[in-house]
């Protein structure tokens, strides 16, 4: 008996050590950043032109609707009025009528130039969301410290930002050596295809391969991650490929006052509730990486958790599930997001269908996922049905070893202070994807710092921006245009 239980305390004091000792060795150091004098930014200003950019109301267009596109003209002539030296020292190229391609031709011909990136388009408001908002969508209110309206967030903040920092660099004689590309699609919010699509094949022709491309992404974020209440920055060097399907039952149609046991409506209902109920396998190889970048800004107990995986991971994934940002992390998402059956109250319809929005991980594809959801929803009468397959794969994953990705970084931090800047897989999909077949270098960040809770407001109701993050974009791609600029 004595022997057993020297044994097992031999076993526990391996155990603990291995833990303690990945523990230790886990974290990445946070290197020490040199501060650099920031230009100043009157923010307000900043405010005032994002205000009238969100008036113009330039919710994407589907299909020829010429009536549709005087809210992205009214947009154009807004930005000629307000960024003169742009539009003069600036060569702007039109790409399908809508989308937008600054050119800023550097002193060094033969380096790779800069493309950074934004767009022009927003998604559309619910009609019976209106009352719920605090000013209305596309008022452009600022007030309480911050610019309100639908694009405050996603992302013509980006939009405006870009052209603020050019004017004012333009204005103080700054000349890239490195040629500066400004890209702005008219269509992200619908696939990009007319609009960062054409873009891309726009620079093919001209045979140009850009040294790095940074596009909207990720932000300066707190209490986002369990236990880690610090701010951090998080960097996109993937995004999730984004698929579209949709679950669809026929039936018999006849009078509502007489049922059959199995509608097509209920039958559709039992399908969607076994889905929501049956969440795809989570995976943490996209999070472990995530969680080394943190460093020691995760407390000591966290720290122990992330750096033993092979002896908590499940406690980890229960940890990550329970909020919509990190479950995203590390599963496939399969959402519901329109359901259509039925015209009249008392007819029973022939059909119903709704379309889920997935957003897969690396390695699943939209056949792999359909099977998964045939298997779980169980019943040969619900139809599972591929509506858009998106990208081949999931984006290629950027590197983050590389001096571009390293001056990034140190502009972020210069910019927003001495935090962890941790890439990761980003769950949205965003024009950046399109970029990766002419450049390995595409990154996706967005200069603000946000809270956890205003993350519901993108595509959601009161969307908004403080004022105070404007100034903080403004001088972040001025510092950055700067050095990514020099060749």
């Known amino acids: 008996m004595l022997a057993v239980i020297i044994v097992l305390v031999a076993l526990v004091a391996i155990l603990v050590g291995v833990v303690a000792w990945r523990t230790y060795t886990f974290p990445l150091p946070v290197t020490p950043i040199a501060p650099v004098e920031l230009d100043p930014v009157e923010a307000a200003s900043v405010a005032a032109h994002l205000s009238a950019v969100i008036q113009c109301e330039t919710v994407s267009v ?51 130039p800069i493309v950074f990136m934004a767009h022009q388009d927003v998604v559309p408001i619910e009609p019976s969301s209106l009352g719920q908002w605090t000013h209305p969508p596309f008022s452009g209110a600022v007030a309480e410290g911050y610019v309100w309206g639908r694009g405050t967030l996603d992302i013509k903040t980006q939009l405006v930002g870009l052209l603020e920092s050019a ?11 490195r040629t500066l590309y400004f890209a702005f699609g008219h269509d992200e919010e619908i696939q990009g295809k007319q609009g960062a699509c054409a873009i891309v094949k726009w620079f ?25 209440q610090s701010p951090i920055a998080v960097v996109g060097v993937a995004e999730k490929r984004h698929t579209i399907l ?16 199995e509608t097509t409506i209920a039958l559709l209902a039992q399908a969607i509730a076994r889905v929501a109920s049956h969440p795809l396998p989570a995976t943490l190889t996209y999070v472990t990486l995530l969680f080394r970048y943190l460093g020691r800004t995760a407390p000591l107990a966290q720290r122990a958790v992330f750096a033993n995986l092979w002896l ?16 995203a992390l590390i599963r496939t998402t399969t959402t519901p997001t329109i359901i259509a059956g039925g015209r009249t109250e008392n007819v029973l319809p022939h059909a119903a269908s709704a379309t889920f929005d997935c ?62 800047v941790i890439p990761y897989l980003t769950a949205g999909a965003s024009d950046a994807r399109h970029y990766t077949a002419i450049c390995d270098k595409v990154y996706r960040f967005t200069p603000m710092h946000l809270h956890a809770s205003d993350l519901d407001r993108i595509h959601g109701i009161n969307e908004r921006v ?22």
């Not at 707190?222 to 880690?228: A, T």
């Not at 908590?312 to 479950?327: D, E, K």
């Open 466 to 487: 403080s004022v105070e993050n404007l100034g903080r974009m403004v001088q972040f791609y001025t510092q950055l245009m700067r050095s990514w600029g020099a060749s």
């Open 359 to 420: 957003r897969l991980m690396p390695g699943d594809t939209p056949d792999s996922v359909s099977a998964v959801l045939r298997d779980i929803i169980a019943d040969d009468r619900v139809q599972i049905t591929i509506i858009a397959e998106g990208e081949p794969t999931a984006s290629r994953l950027s590197p983050w070893d590389t001096a571009a990705f390293e001056t990034l970084s140190a502009t972020i931090r210069q910019v927003f202070g001495a935090l962890p």
């Open 167 to 177: 004017e004012r660099l333009l204005e103080q004689g700054f000349q890239p050596e």
């Open 204 to 228: 093919e022709a001209q045979e140009i391969r850009p040294a790095v491309v940074l596009d909207e992404g990720s932000v300066v974020v707190e209490d986002v991650l369990p236990g880690v």
């Open 62 to 112: 589907t299909g020829p609707a010429p009536d549709a596109y005087a809210a992205f003209a009214a947009l154009h002539r807004y930005l000629e009025d307000t960024y003169p030296r742009v539009h003069t020292a600036l060569t702007r190229h039109t790409i399908n009528e809508w989308s937008l391609v600054y050119e800023w031709r550097g002193t060094a011909a033969d380096a790779a």
């Open 246 to 261: 949709r679950l669809s039952v026929e039936g018999e149609p006849g009078h509502a006052s007489m049922p059959p046991q």
């Open 312 to 327: 908590m991971g499940p406690v980890v994934r229960r940890m990550l599930a329970a909020s919509p940002q990190t479950n």
